[in-house]
């Protein structure tokens, strides 16, 4: 009700969303690769997931690729589940199961951009129908949804996607980047104006979302999968809003600089939500973007 409430809203004032980082043009994204740029890939994984002080369990989950068969991109995905009665539990499990397992079904890779894009998609809005089935066969669970942030690897890009506020930065020359865009009403007030984007951390709908898994509305409104060009040296993170939510991006930069290794930088970045007072459960992968020989 709330994507649909959104959707209308910007078609009829002719709105856009605040500035993001640049990402490739789908048509346009395998010409404009370097044989340099094709070599590179993830050469160092770090995960952590904890409950967090202040929840009594885990509603977050988080899946990291160790395929290594040479036809399926590596794929890694943070999910944050909401709902009561462990309702949100379930929903970010489905969603970390479903997604790997229908990605891996469908894709295999011809070399061209569209082929994982085309996989990712599908494999997402699968996971949604099944959230959404299993809440009709269990009415107690009928308000779950969860968060789905995904990034795959592949041909010297990210393909990144993000459903809900979970998020993903890439860091690169001591600078951190949102590459999605949360999908909270607060935000949305922002990309109007009616906010300014300073405001929206504190505002009281920064936690209420109109997008996210579990949500009927969402095949209609499936946001696109953003493709980036790698850099050697890139680091990217994947987190759910307890630790987006606390941790800066100045102190994110600070982190991954000092400590070159994935999942000590991933164990830190936890470390230091919690210091900072998350009152939500924690998770984080960290990926490293190399060569390897």
Same mark, same amino acid.
């Given at each position: ?81 909401? =709902?009561?009665?462990?309702?949100? $539990?379930? !929903? /970010?499990?489905?969603?970390?199961? +479903? ?6 079904? @469908? ?85 109007? =104006?009616?906010?300014?984007?300073? $405001?929206? !951390? /504190?505002?009281?709908?920064?936690? +209420? ?6 949500? @009927? ?77």
């Amino acid at each position: 009700m709330i994507g649909r409430w959104w959707k209308s809203l910007t078609e009829k004032l002719g709105l856009k969303s605040r500035s993001e980082p640049r990402s490739l043009n789908l048509d346009d994204a395998d010409s404009k690769m370097s044989a340099n740029q094709l070599g590179l890939v993830v050469t160092g994984m770090g995960k952590v997931s904890i409950c967090g002080n202040f929840r009594e369990h885990n509603e977050d989950n988080l899946y990291t690729s160790d395929s290594g068969s040479a036809d399926i991109a590596p794929l890694y995905i943070v999910a944050d589940g909401m =709902g009561g009665q462990h309702g949100g $539990e379930h !929903a /970010s499990r489905i969603a970390v199961e +479903v997604v790997p397992n229908e990605f891996s079904r @469908r894709f295999r890779d011809d070399g061209k951009s569209r082929a994982l894009t085309a996989a990712l998609t599908e494999s997402i809005v699968m996971a949604n129908q099944e959230i959404i089935a299993f809440s009709k066969i269990q009415p107690q669970y009928s308000s779950m949804g969860t968060t789905l942030t995904a990034v795959s690897v592949n041909q010297g890009k990210a393909f990144v996607v993000g459903v809900g506020d979970s998020r993903c930065y890439r860091v690169r020359a001591n600078r951190a980047e949102q590459l999605t865009r949360d999908h909270s009403m607060a935000q949305a007030l922002a990309d109007v =104006g009616t906010i300014r984007q300073d $405001e929206v !951390a /504190s505002h009281r709908y920064t936690h +209420v979302l109109y997008r996210y898994l579990g949500s @009927r509305d969402l095949p209609a409104e499936m946001p696109e999968i953003k493709i980036f060009a790698l850099l050697e040296g890139d680091r990217f993170v994947i987190c759910s809003d307890g630790l987006s939510g606390v941790v800066s991006e100045k102190e994110m930069v600070t982190i991954l600089k000092e400590e070159p290794d994935a999942q000590t930088a991933a164990q830190k970045l936890v470390d230091l939500a919690v210091d900072n007072r998350s009152r939500d459960n924690i998770t984080c992968i960290v990926l490293n973007i190399g060569r390897v020989d």
